[in-house]
């Protein structure tokens, strides 16, 4: 069994799995020769049929990338609690969960608009 013939037989079978998907069990009984020639066993098989693109996106139709949106309100609310309270808005701004950029101004909107949050000066205050 030649490299380029181990190699077209992978490429069928890659093909073959995004029509029909089968389990890594049928795929190294029917195709055992090849996967002895490459020094394959079932686990390896199992994982290089997990390791292929196709088969994340049929396992998960529903599944996206993972993006959530955080609630900063909650966190901010999360961040008096731990401090007692009271936090200063500059430091505020430096403990926001990372990928979430804003500005005072909109902490400031932010807070206004929250039922347990006030701006006394420089302070973001907790009310209970």
Do not use: C
């Amino acid at each position: 069994m030649t490299d380029e013939y181990r190699r077209q037989n992978l490429e069928q079978l890659i093909i073959q799995q995004t029509t029909i998907k089968q389990s890594a069990v049928i795929v190294f009984t029917e195709h055992q020769t090849l996967w002895q020639k490459l020094g394959f066993n079932q686990m390896q098989v199992s994982l290089w049929l997990a390791s292929l693109p196709l088969n994340n996106h049929l396992e998960e139709p529903a599944a996206v990338p993972y993006q959530t949106t955080p609630d900063v309100a909650a966190h901010l609310v999360s961040l008096l609690q731990q401090a007692g309270g009271r936090m200063p808005l500059a430091q505020v701004l430096k403990k926001l969960p990372v990928g979430i950029t804003t500005s005072e101004q909109q902490i400031r909107k932010l807070a206004q608009k929250h039922a347990q949050i006030e701006i006394k000066g420089p302070l973001l205050v907790l009310i209970n």
